[in-house]
């Protein structure tokens, strides 16, 4: 059973920073790929970020320069890395992995940004 652990979420004035992590309970080299999703109260849970295996990296428009995925080989964790931001990055954060197109998620972690 693949377990995903978030960690890292709080409360934070706009313009500040957070980091996230996400603990796997297997290699994070095991996945075809991890990322990060959130959901916004009342929204559809959307895109962030994605790491590939080989390192190939995606991002949304909406954190791109702001925001930093990245792997922390030696703890085994996903690490997003967040700053600038904003009221509307407001939401729950959720770890995701990817293998042979099954996705495996966390719990979320909250993150809230006030104006």
């Known amino acids: 059973q693949v377990q995903l652990v978030e960690s890292g979420g709080g409360l934070v004035q706009a313009g500040g920073s957070l980091r996230l992590s996400c603990a796997a309970s297997r290699s994070i080299f095991d996945f075809d790929g991890m990322g990060w999703h959130r959901q916004a109260p009342g929204k559809q849970r959307e895109f962030i970020a994605y790491i590939t295996r080989p390192g190939n990296i995606n991002y949304a428009d909406s954190v791109k320069g702001r925001f930093t995925i990245s792997r922390d080989n030696a703890k085994n964790t996903l690490v997003l890395q967040m700053n600038s931001l904003k009221s509307e990055d407001t939401g729950v954060y959720y770890c995701?992995?990817?293998?042979?197109?099954?996705?495996?998620w966390g719990q979320g972690t909250q993150v809230t940004v006030s104006s």
């Open positions: 995701k992995g990817v293998k042979m197109g099954r996705e495996y």
